[in-house]
Structures are given as structure tokens and as C-alpha cells.
């Protein structure tokens, strides 16, 4: 009994060290529609879920307080239960932990007008990224890996490289399954649209502020605020180099909306009148249309 109860001991300290990457969780709303069949889509979070948090996407050995928090807010906007296809908007944020502290801070936030798919119950979500012929494993599978870019982009620069070309190489195959979302000459706020500018060289600044601003930034808060709040206020200084070397890029803007709340927390009557000012002016010159909420920083 008591060579059983180490090896149970054992087995749940290996799980601990090798837990998967994605802590998900999905919700499905059914407001829109009517008639709904509920085990339908109980199956279809069930199944989701169980697709983003069931396998390893990397070879990084990650702990279980190491998962990303990913959440997923399905809104079935149109089901079409004789063809099976689902037409949906979705919402998606991941956070990650700011070291020393209690506190989660939002690192990706987007909403997918174009998440459309076929599901039935007895479907088995599987994934070969060597033949991609599902929309939804290739919508789901394209999340983990822009989550996963972004997370490791935050922890060391350009660290998410690899976990973006393997999204770049979803989005060049889903193109052929006919849905929308995929192409490049649709939307620059489509699935395309944002991964190639993200990557794009002259973008580069970007990514190297997503690093500044959490690692530099966030994370040296709990020991140093000032420092962290200084580096802080250098990744801001890299956004409005971005937001003016590529003025089209919708980036900069879906930062501030991300970050809007917490900008305010850093800085409202806090370091000096002339860095207020300015990190005013940057947020403004972005996004003009919430300066009621830029206004509280400079307070």
C-alpha cells in the first residue's frame, strides 16, 4: 500500500513538471439563436477545450502554475443544423502572471468576426498540421500558437518566433478550406492581417516593446516601481516609433485598447507632470477617440 500510495505521489509531481502549455476555457453563448439542441453544444466546449488543453503544442516543459490563461467566448450568431456550419464572433484573451505579485496582466486580446466552422457531436477534433481539413482545429490550433507566440515574446525578445511561423503556416493552408478570415487581401484586422504585421520587419519595434513593457516593465515592479514604471514608459517610446514608421498598422491601437486600464493604474498622479504629459500625447496620438480615459493620466 504504501509503494502504491509514493508511486501515485510520483505520477502526480511528473504531471506537475510536464503539464501541457494552455489552461482554456471556453464559453458558448446561444442567445441568438433559437431551437438549440444544448448537447450539441455542451459537446462543442467540451471538445474545445479538451483540443487546447490536452496536448503539448511545444516542447517546454512547463509546470502546472505555469499554464497560460486562455479564455474564449463563442457567440453562435447562425447554425445551420442540416450543413452543420456554425457562424460565430469570438472573443479571445490570455494573461499571464506579473512576477512577484498577485496580479495577471492581459498580454492578447482580439475579436474574430469570421469564426465560422462545421461541428457535429460525434466529430473528433484532431490535429496534423501536415493536412489541415477542419476550420475549426485550424482556428483553434492558430490561437494556440499566436498566444503562445506572444507569451514567449514577453518573456525574452523575439522568443515567440517559432510559435508565429507555425500560426503563419496555419493561416497559408486554412486558405484553402474556403472560409473567411484567412485571406490576406480581406481585412487588415483579419486573422492574415494581424499575424503579418506582427511579423513584419518593420514591426519589429513592436514585438521588442511587448518584451520592454512585461519583463522590463511589469514584472520589475514588485521589487522597483520606478524602474519598472521607466522602462514602461520606454516601451511606449518604441509604440510611437511603430505607430509612425507604419501608420496603417492596427496594432498600436488594439494595444492601447488591451492595456487601457492598466496604463491608467501605472501612471494616474503618478511620476512627474512632464511623463504624464507625454505618455499622453503617445496614447492620444493613437487613439484619439479614448481620451476621456487618457485624460485620467495626466491627473
Known amino acids: 500500500m504504501k509503494r502504491i500510495l509514493l508511486l501515485f505521489i510520483s505520477l502526480l509531481s511528473l504531471s506537475a513538471l510536464h503539464a501541457q502549455e494552455l489552461n482554456a476555457k471556453v464559453v458558448v453563448n446561444t442567445a441568438k439563436i433559437s431551437n438549440t439542441k444544448k448537447e450539441v453544444f455542451d459537446a462543442l466546449k467540451e471538445k474545445m ?3 487546447l488543453n490536452e496536448r503539448r503544442w511545444t516542447q517546454l516543459e512547463v509546470k502546472e502554475v505555469e499554464r497560460i490563461s486562455m479564455n474564449m467566448n463563442l457567440t453562435v450568431n447562425k447554425w445551420d443544423e442540416g450543413q452543420n456550419l456554425m457562424e460565430c464572433t469570438m472573443m479571445l484573451s490570455s494573461s ?6 498577485s496580479y495577471s496582466t492581459t498580454l492578447y486580446n482580439v475579436n474574430d468576426a469570421d469564426f465560422n466552422f462545421n461541428f457535429q457531436t460525434t466529430d473528433q477534433l484532431t490535429w496534423n498540421p501536415d493536412n489541415i481539413d477542419n476550420n475549426l482545429t485550424a482556428l483553434l490550433a492558430y490561437y494556440a500558437y499566436i ?23 496555419i493561416v497559408t493552408k486554412a486558405q484553402n478550406l474556403g472560409f473567411t478570415g484567412w485571406q490576406s487581401f480581406n481585412d487588415p484586422k483579419n486573422r492574415f492581417g ?12 513592436y514585438r521588442q516593446l511587448i518584451y520592454q513593457y512585461h ?5 520589475q515592479m514588485s521589487t522597483n516601481v520606478e524602474s519598472g514604471r521607466q522602462a514602461i514608459s520606454q516601451a511606449l517610446e518604441l509604440l510611437d516609433q511603430v505607430r509612425h514608421a507604419r501608420a496603417m498598422s492596427q496594432l498600436p491601437i488594439l494595444f492601447c485598447e488591451t492595456k487601457r486600464d492598466e496604463l491608467i493604474n501605472i501612471y494616474q498622479g503618478k511620476d512627474t507632470r512632464e511623463v ?6 503617445i496614447l492620444f496620438g493613437i487613439n484619439p477617440s479614448m481620451s476621456e480615459h487618457w485624460d485620467k493620466i495626466k491627473n
Open 147 to 169: 498566444i503562445l507566440g506572444y507569451d514567449m515574446d514577453s518573456m525574452s525578445p523575439m522568443g515567440g518566433t517559432a510559435y508565429l511561423q507555425q500560426a503563419e503556416d
Open 215 to 219: 519583463r522590463k516593465g511589469l514584472d
Open 49 to 51: 477545450e479538451a483540443f
Open 194 to 205: 494581424l499575424l503579418n504585421d506582427y511579423m513584419d520587419g518593420s514591426m519589429e519595434g
Open 96 to 101: 499571464r502572471p506579473v512576477y512577484g505579485s
Open 276 to 281: 504624464r504629459n507625454r505618455i499622453y500625447d
